[in-house]
C-alpha cells in the first residue's frame, strides 16, 4: 500500500483448503489455486493498493502480474 496508514485494511481470505496428494498417488491438478482478499474501510482519506502474482519459489524475479487499485474512502 501507500498513501497514509491507517486508512483500509487487506486481508487475504481463504478460498478452500489445498489439497496434497498422497505419496505415490495420483499427480495433483496444474494451474493456480485462486485468491481472495478483502479491503476494509477504517477512516477517510485516498490510498493506492498493489497486488502481485509472483511464483513463490521465485522471490527475486519481476512479478507476472501486476495490479494498482486506488481506494478512497469518503468522510461522514
Excluded: N, Q
Excluded at 6 to 22: D, L, W
Aim: proline share 13%.
Amino acid at each position: 500500500m501507500s498513501g497514509p496508514e491507517g486508512i483500509v485494511e487487506v486481508r487475504r481470505v481463504p478460498t478452500g483448503p489445498m489439497t496434497r496428494p498422497s505419496a505415490g498417488g495420483e499427480a495433483p491438478p496444474s494451474g493456480s489455486l485462486s485468491e481472495r482478499f478483502e479491503v476494509a474501510a477504517r477512516a477517510p482519506g485516498r490510498v493506492a493498493v498493489r497486488f502481485v502474482l509472483r511464483r513463490e519459489w521465485e522471490p527475486d524475479e519481476p512479478p507476472l502480474e501486476e495490479r494498482v487499485f486506488t481506494v478512497v474512502v469518503a468522510g461522514d
